[in-house]
């Protein structure tokens, strides 16, 4: 089982659809929680972290943390076109032997078509 | 403010040769991680250099070395290439070995 599982999608919307992207866990030790966008034979663009657990919002995104259920989310009101890409979940240990070691799910691929 | 700069973009190499990619980091940063990402997967750790010391690796044998200069910019060699070590190389910079880290575009490696 891997520690870090995302559904790989394809996931398509229309234009102005809410879009839910989750990711689950195994590691209790995880505590810093990252998404990334990437576009197609780009590097992964950091767009939120949260630290712990609760809510984080910025702009259209929104980033869910449960740790009770070792569960994230990222939420994107409003879709746009520009907003097709893959995303990336990530995860890091406070401290020990994987602070500093980002381990991230597959992807989800994401097409927001007008 | 200078982004995360990786060279070459792309590189073509045939079986057994070895390669070296570049990384200069994020103004400011200090630390480099480098990730392998296959085609359709998500990125894999493979080493982080912090005071020009390797600090953690990741689960990739020693063909894979590293090398960080006191300008804080990182080297990935490669030895022995195998064609499984065709994917997207991404160097990673953060402050203090920290887990908040920005990408550079990637090297695209193909192995022949």
């Known amino acids: 089982q891997k520690e870090v599982e995302q559904d790989p999608g394809p996931l398509s919307v229309p234009e102005g659809a809410i879009v839910s992207l989750n990711c689950t866990y195994s590691?209790?030790?995880?505590?810093?929680f990252m998404w990334y966008r990437q576009y197609s034979r780009k590097g992964p663009e950091l767009l939120m972290y949260?630290?712990?657990?609760g809510n984080k919002e910025d702009g259209r995104f929104t980033a869910q943390v449960d740790k009770s259920s070792k569960y994230i989310s990222l939420f994107i009101r409003d879709s746009q076109p520009s907003d097709s890409a893959t995303y990336l979940c990530a995860m890091s240990a406070r401290g020990g032997t994987s602070y500093g070691k980002l381990t991230f799910g597959q992807g989800t691929i994401l097409t927001v078509h007008p | 403010d200078a982004g995360v700069t990786q060279s070459p973009t792309h590189l073509i190499k045939t079986r057994g040769q070895q390669v070296t990619l570049r990384c200069s980091p994020k103004s400011g940063h200090d630390t480099v991680s480098w990730y392998q990402q296959a085609l359709g997967q998500g990125p894999q750790f493979i080493f982080q250099?912090?005071?020009?010391?390797?600090?953690q690796r990741g689960n990739f044998p020693d063909r894979f070395s590293g090398h960080q200069f006191p300008n804080y910019s990182s080297e990935l060699n490669v030895n022995a290439l195998l064609l499984g070590d065709s994917a997207l190389y991404l160097c990673a910079s953060s402050l203090d070995g920290g887990n908040i880290q920005y990408f550079g575009a990637g090297t695209r490696l193909s192995v022949l």
């Open positions: 590691n209790s030790a995880f505590q810093y």
């Open positions: 250099y912090y005071e020009e010391e390797e600090r």
């Open positions: 949260t630290y712990s657990s």
